[in-house]
T-cell receptor, first 113, second 113 residues
């Protein structure tokens, strides 16, 4: 079955620095890709979803890059601020089988002032 | 309204006692999922309902039960709680005609003593 590896498990940056989190996956049929943010004690909040082939999506303060050839998904927070401190999870689905999501183990991001 | 609700938000249970967690959504989503989330681990899919059909993951087959009395509600039942069941339980739902995006509830934090 699908396996998703997420790196790094912990990331500490200073305010204003960039932070990059990367996931690699194994199933070449994967089609749907998600980034979720989980603040302490809270549930999973969808940050961005991407589909299709190589794609760059930009959100508020972050960029998501999908490279299907390399089976790699990345999240780049361009200028981190303390409010970005949270756990981030990537999730991958190949559709079918009721669109089950396979999650990475998460990255705990700490942004210090 | 894209809200998934879960009750209770916090649950304290004794070892050997049953636990029943409730999830609801009013989006008329066909599929509802239950995940177990432990610290520093990826959310783990336990089971899901597609309409009235229950699908349980192979490695958790005997540990969790579920019911879905109508489209809006879904429960997660533990017959005899063990210490290893202490975790955050996340409910999610997905519309049948959309992509793989799942909408997550706030979670129930279960502590077994």
């Amino acid at each position: 079955g699908e396996q998703v590896e997420q790196r790094p498990p912990h990331l500490s940056v200073r305010e204003g620095d960039s932070a990059v989190i990367t996931c690699t996956y194994t199933d070449p049929n994967s089609y749907y890709f998600f980034w979720y943010k989980q603040e302490p004690g809270a549930s999973l909040q969808l940050l961005m979803k991407v589909f299709s082939s190589t794609e760059i999506n930009e959100g508020q303060g972050f960029t998501v890059l999908l490279n299907k050839k390399d089976k790699r998904l990345s999240l780049n927070l361009t200028a981190a601020h303390p409010g970005d401190s949270a756990a981030y999870f990537c999730a991958v689905s190949a559709g079918g089988s009721n669109y089950k999501l396979t999650f990475g183990k998460g990255t705990l991001l700490t942004v210090t002032p | 309204d894209t809200t998934v609700k879960q009750n209770p938000r916090y649950k304290l249970a004794r070892v050997g006692k049953p636990v029943n967690l409730i999830c609801s959504q009013t989006m008329n989503h066909d599929t509802m999922y239950w995940y177990q989330k432990k610290p520093n681990q990826a959310p783990k899919l336990l089971l899901f309902y597609y309409d009235k059909i229950l699908n349980r993951e192979a490695d958790t087959f005997e540990k969790f039960q579920s019911s879905r009395p109508n489209n809006s509600f879904c429960s997660l039942y533990i017959g005899s709680a063990g210490l290893e069941y202490s975790a955050m339980y996340l409910c999610a739902s997905r519309r049948d005609w959309g992509d793989a995006e799942q909408f997550f509830g706030p979670g129930t934090r279960l502590t077994v003593l």
